[in-house]
């Protein structure tokens, strides 16, 4: 037989954000499943691609891949670089770091108009 693989998940309280709905929508972004990327999912329409780069539209390809929101992720997310050759990681990203400072994960998505209310 196989051998069995465990994971464990960091718990990760949402200390700093109070609004209940942000909270949900960072746990449902850290586990890549959001209405915006999913939403086909319930309704049988086609799955969403990216307008600019015709591939799926996923939380990895909104905060990590997509060219054309790359000015968007060096004004808001500046902070969740790897250090050695500034290429952004969806675990960085999405980690208790989103939440420093400086590091303004609602920022990016309300001006890249990704939010579901403002």
């Given at each position: 037989?196989?051998?069995?693989?465990t994971y464990t998940i960091p718990q990760?309280?949402?200390?700093?954000?109070?609004?209940?709905?942000?909270?949900?929508?960072?746990?449902?972004?850290?586990?890549?499943?959001?209405?915006?990327?999913?939403?086909?999912?319930?309704?049988?329409?086609?799955?969403?691609?990216?307008?600019?780069?015709?591939?799926?539209?996923?939380?990895?390809?909104?905060?990590?891949?997509?060219?054309?929101?790359?000015d968007l992720r060096h004004r808001y997310?500046?902070?969740?670089?790897?250090?050695?050759?500034?290429?952004?990681?969806?675990?960085?990203?999405?980690?208790?770091?989103?939440?420093?400072?400086?590091?303004?994960?609602?920022?990016?998505?309300?001006?890249?108009?990704?939010?579901?209310?403002?």
């Amino acid at each position: 037989m196989g051998e069995i693989t465990t994971y464990t998940i960091p718990q990760w309280t949402y200390t700093r954000v109070q609004d209940r709905h942000l909270q949900t929508l960072l746990a449902r972004l850290r586990i890549c499943h959001t209405y915006l990327t999913n939403k086909f999912l319930l309704t049988r329409d086609p799955q969403p691609y990216c307008d600019d780069c015709m591939v799926p539209f996923t939380v990895r390809h909104l905060f990590v891949e997509c060219p054309s929101l790359i000015d968007l992720r060096h004004r808001y997310l500046y902070r969740c670089r790897d250090r050695d050759n500034g290429v952004y990681h969806l675990s960085q990203v999405l980690g208790p770091a989103c939440l420093a400072l400086g590091h303004d994960i609602f920022g990016f998505l309300g001006e890249g108009g990704f939010l579901p209310y403002s």
